[in-house]
């Protein structure tokens, strides 16, 4: 489970540990992480091997292993800070925030057109991980074509072709390092 919520007291919290980008994050029960910088995401697999990216997670969020199945691990998008909580207690708004997103993420991924969905997917990405720049919202973290098709549930293939036409249709700018910014003057325009 993900929270953006810090918890009313902290018991035997931590000194912040690095976790290198695309190593997990270990869970155990009755402790948790604050993300203090970075970003996660959590995933699961299908019996083929399939990958499932089931959210995205950063700074001020909570992860804990009491709502994720054994099967879900969180994986470092970025590099990351993240200070272990000890005898982490679950707060009933915890839960609420960790729905919010999963009801935010669904409804993203309920539009029928890949281009409708990444466009979405952007926008939230932007909000959640972004910060302003000139040209627009800067999703200041890689994120792979790959990550974003496993998360929409697509290919790698669609996902490049569609942020290849974003890109002309001036929707987006790519940065080094797989970075968007996000034209959010222009996203308004956009007929989905």
């Known amino acids: 489970m993900v929270t953006s919520l810090y918890p009313k007291q902290l018991v035997g919290q931590t000194t912040p540990r690095q976790f290198p980008p695309r190593s997990f994050v270990p869970l155990t029960y009755n402790c948790a992480w604050r993300i203090e910088a970075g970003a996660m995401r959590s995933v699961t697999w299908l019996k083929d091997g399939t990958v499932v990216?089931?959210?995205?997670?950063?700074?001020?969020?909570?992860?804990?292993?009491?709502?994720?199945?054994?099967?879900?691990?969180?994986e470092c998008l970025t590099k990351v800070e993240a200070t272990l909580l000890m005898e982490w207690q679950q707060e009933p708004e915890a839960l609420l925030s960790y729905s919010r997103q999963l009801e935010e993420l669904a409804v993203i991924r309920s539009h029928r057109k890949v281009d409708a969905m990444l466009l979405q997917l952007l926008s939230w990405l932007a909000n959640k991980f972004g910060r302003e720049v000139g040209?627009?919202?800067?999703?200041?973290?890689?994120?792979?074509?790959?990550?974003?098709?496993e998360l929409l549930g697509t290919t790698r293939v669609t996902i490049t072709r569609t942020l290849n036409q974003f890109e002309q249709q001036g929707l987006i700018d790519r940065r080094p390092v797989g970075r968007i910014v996000l034209k959010e003057t222009e996203v308004w325009h956009y007929e989905i």
Do not use: N, Y
């Not at 001020?60 to 099967?71: F, P, V």
């Not at 040209?135 to 098709?149: K, V």
């Open 53 to 74: 990216a089931l959210g995205f997670w950063g700074t001020g969020d909570i992860i804990d292993r009491t709502l994720a199945s054994e099967s879900v691990q969180i």
């Open 135 to 149: 040209a627009g919202r800067l999703i200041d973290f890689r994120l792979t074509h790959q990550d974003i098709a």
